[in-house]
């Protein structure tokens, strides 16, 4: 994942559609990677979609705003063409 992304923020700012379909959290290994990953790129990522089922997801995407200047939003795993829609800014 995070090699495809750094290649994709060579040609500018990115936007992810991170969908938590069976998410069932972070270990504490892997939310320091993506803490890291995220100060590291907090700059290049533009708008970030989060998709889910379950009323904590939803607590996440709230969580994360203050630690990038992308646009976050959370979207019903039943509103996907939605997010795709919001992330292409319509």
Do not use: N
Request: glycine fraction near 8%; include cysteine; hydrophobic fraction near 45%.
């Amino acid at each position: 994942f995070v090699p495809v992304i750094e290649s994709e923020m060579k040609q500018g700012k990115v936007k992810i559609l991170f969908s938590m379909h069976d998410f069932s959290g972070w270990d504490v290994g892997a939310l320091w990677e993506d803490i890291k990953f995220d100060m590291k790129h907090f700059g290049e990522i533009e708008r970030v979609a989060m998709v889910g089922e379950k009323k904590w997801e939803q607590g996440m995407a709230w969580f994360c705003k203050p630690f990038t200047t992308a646009k976050i939003a959370y979207f019903d795993q039943s509103e996907i063409d939605a997010a795709r829609s919001w992330l292409q800014g319509e």
